[in-house]
Structure formats: C-alpha cells, structure tokens
C-alpha cells in the first residue's frame, strides 16, 4: 500500500495544499461550480457547503471591519501623540523664553495621563470595552437586516 494513500490530512494541512497546488497552477481563484464539485468528490453536502460558504464570507467581512477599525484607532492614537509632542514642546519654548516659573510640565503632565489612556484603549482593550463593541455591532447589523426586511415588505 502507497504511503500517501493511507495518509489522513488534517484541516489545515489541506487548506495549505490546496492554496499551494492552486499557487503552482498560477491561479488564486476557484470558481464555485468547481468548489461544489471538489465538495460532492470528497462527500460533502451542497447544503452544507453552502452554509459554510456563507459563514466563511460573514466571518471574513467582520475580520475586515475589525482590521479596519483597528486601523483608524491606531491613526488617531498617533495624531494625538503627534499633537500633544508638537503642543507640548511649543509650550516649553514658550516657557523657556518667558520670565517666570516653570509651569509646562503640568501640561505634559495632564495630557500625558490622557494620552496614557488612549494608548491602552488602544493596544489593550479590556474585556468590556470588547464586549461593549461587539454588542454596538450586532445592533447595528440587526437594524439594518430590519430595514431591508421591511423594505422588502413595501416594494
């Protein structure tokens, strides 16, 4: 008996021999009729392939929300830390050049904590504040499966 005839892949070693044979035949792509066919070969149910096709694009549609919203966090964490070291540095050479005592520190000081803040928000969020995003999302995607359900109700 062949050794590779009585091999068992795992999962994820088929999901890399499949993108690697598909990389060596110089195509990213598979069409779906193909995909149903390969399926129905190693005895997979049409239905059950569908569901899985649905989830595998819901899932991958909310990992890019999630990329792209952790994106635009770490944008804005570092417009702040921009802002507050051009600020800050301002407010030194304006303390430098003015009689007086010093005083910018308070400041750097103040802000530093907010933006000390903003940087664990960002890097670090806690159980809660996940918790609290993911409910914000299925609201909002739950309102609009509500809106298209009733526009198809009316038209």
């Known amino acids: 008996m062949n050794e590779f005839t009585s ?3 795992s999962n994820d070693e088929v999901n890399r021999i499949i993108r ?3 990389k060596l035949k110089q195509e990213d792509t598979i069409s779906h009729q193909d995909l149903i066919e390969t399926a129905q070969e190693i005895g997979i149910d049409p239905k059950i392939l569908e569901t899985a096709i ?11 929300i999630r990329t792209a919203r952790l994106k635009r966090c770490k944008v804005g964490f ?3 830390l921009w802002s507050y070291l051009i600020v800050n540095a301002v407010l030194l050479l304006i303390n430098n050049f003015t009689p007086g005592p010093w005083w910018f520190q308070w400041s750097i000081l103040g802000w530093g904590i ?3 803040f903003h ?12 918790r609290k995003q993911r409910k914000a999302r299925q609201s909002r995607a739950d309102s609009i499966l509500h809106d298209r359900q009733r526009f198809h109700r009316c038209c």
């Open 7 to 9: 091999r068992q892949y």
């Open 114 to 116: 907010g933006l000390a």
């Open 20 to 22: 690697r044979a598909l």
């Open 119 to 130: 940087f664990k928000a960002v890097y670090f969020p806690g159980g809660k504040r996940i």
């Open 78 to 80: 570092f417009l702040h």
């Open 54 to 64: 649905s989830q595998e694009q819901r899932e991958f549609k909310n990992q890019k």
